[in-house]
């Protein structure tokens, strides 16, 4: 029997398109525009200007807080600004803007493709690494690795959760990642074991990926402490709460942390920028991105530098068809729509997906009636069609209690209700305002 999560859970059309297609290497951009904020907490400091040659790799920009990242160029070249650029909201963020002159590395990364299993490192010297790397959770979460890699006081680990579940349709950067990457990715694991002090951890990918799990068991043979659990295919399972249940058994409670019940949870994604950072001194400045949809000519999974704009992506897969309603920065259960395809793809982009218009179109909002189905599919056991209510009519306070802040924003109660209701836009406004509430308090 495939474990899985028992709590709520969809099953939208997997739609995986480019499942088969191998990671294809994007040509450089003429520019790029990187801000200096991909990550949950502080943005970081620039410490580059107009003018300066910078190489790939390069620092150029200085996490400045605990909970910040470092930012290094993906391209060798000139800067031509330090300014605002539009992020994949359409909002002005402060971002480095280089003019691409060749692609000269920085001479620290090793850039030979021999594996390096060996390691040498203590946990600490581990975790420094990572924290220079500037690498963040690539599932899209962003927050800063070295940052969850240092339990708060009192607590400690006991397990490591690499999550290869990637349950969100459409995307399939991760499969391939552990496809083609299955070794690199074991031994970034084995060094976010040292760093965390653990001698346990289980690689979780949902069973609709046969071929990597294959070359993940392939990998992990003869490993001490290293395991792969095959999944039962249910959305959205790539939640960290819903993956712990699932492999472990226990169970986050309600505002708490993974580490609360001894696991931390990292993307394979992230795992093999661990392996880069740490084996090859190869910062975060380059990831795997799907760039799919149903009319989309070639999907794809495309290895692109950080700041390249999306629209070159879309060029390189066929351009965008006549039929495009949307295009969607990560995937259409949680992505976000995008104001304009020149937009940087950043640290935390997984996936573009092009959605027809006939798809992208919102039906008709009718009335609730009270079917119960946003709660039955709830993984949070929350009340999605009580918590629009209470948004609809700015009851903030009653929110709070109702939990609104333990929503993951996983869709299941939109994409479940027969009224088509828009119970999840709701609930996100919701939560801005709650979170507002709840700092207030903290002044």
């Not at 349709?169 to 976010?192: A, Q």
């Not at 409670?253 to 740490?278: I, K």
Request: include cysteine; charge should be positive; proline fraction near 7%.
């Amino acid at each position: 029997m495939l474990k899985t999560f028992k709590l709520g859970g969809v099953h939208p059309p997997e739609n995986k398109l480019s499942a088969d297609s191998e990671i294809v290497e994007l040509p450089l951009s003429p520019t790029v525009f990187i801000p200096v904020g991909q990550h949950i907490g502080v943005p970081a400091t620039a410490v580059v200007k107009k003018g300066d040659q910078v190489k790939t790799g390069q620092l150029i920009a200085r996490s400045s807080g605990f909970v910040s990242a470092n930012v290094h160029s993906s391209v060798s070249g000139t800067v031509t600004k330090v300014d605002l650029v539009p992020d994949s909201g359409g909002y002005p963020r402060v971002g480095v803007v280089i003019k691409v002159e060749g692609d000269d590395w920085d001479d620290q990364i090793d850039t030979s493709p021999d594996l390096k299993s060996e390691i040498s490192l203590t946990g600490p010297e581990i975790i420094e690494k990572i924290k220079e790397a500037g690498i963040v959770g690539m599932g899209g979460a962003t927050f800063p690795t070295h940052v969850k890699l240092v339990p708060p006081r009192g607590m400690k680990f006991e397990m490591l959760l690499i999550n290869g579940v990637e349950c969100e349709p459409f995307l399939t950067s991760d499969n391939r990642l552990m496809i083609e990457k299955s070794d690199e990715i074991v031994v970034g694991t084995r060094l976010l074991m040292k760093a965390m002090g653990v001698d346990k951890a289980f690689i979780g990918i949902e069973n609709n990926k046969p071929e990597a799990i294959r070359k993940m068991e392939k990998a992990v043979n003869g490993i001490s402490g290293i395991s792969v659990v095959p999944l039962k295919v249910k959305y959205p399972q790539g939640g960290e709460k819903q993956l712990i249940k699932a492999v472990t058994g226990r169970e986050v409670s309600s505002g708490a942390l993974p580490v609360s019940v001894g696991c931390l949870v990292s993307n394979v994604g992230s795992a093999f920028a661990v392996y880069e950072a740490v084996q090859k001194n190869k910062p975060l400045f380059e990831r795997v991105v799907t760039v799919t949809g149903k009319s989309l000519r070639n999907p794809s999974n495309v290895k692109v530098r950080i700041g390249t704009p999306v629209s070159d992506l879309i060029l390189f897969a066929g351009g965008v068809p006549e039929d495009t309603g949307k295009i969607i920065s990560g995937g259409p259960m949680m992505g976000k729509a995008l104001a304009t395809s020149d937009v940087p793809v950043t640290k935390g982009t997984s996936g573009i997906v092009l959605i027809p218009e006939k798809q992208a179109a919102r039906k008709p909002q009718l009335a609730c009636i009270r079917c119960s189905r946003c709660t039955n599919a709830c993984p949070m056991g929350l009340e999605p069609f009580l918590l629009m209510t209470l948004s609809e009519n700015s009851l903030w306070e009653r929110l709070e209690k109702e939990m609104v802040l333990d929503c993951i924003e996983c869709g299941s109660c939109s994409f479940s209700c027969p009224a088509s209701r828009p119970l999840l836009d709701y609930i996100r406004y919701a939560k801005a305002k709650v979170g507002q509430l709840v700092r207030s308090r903290k002044h």
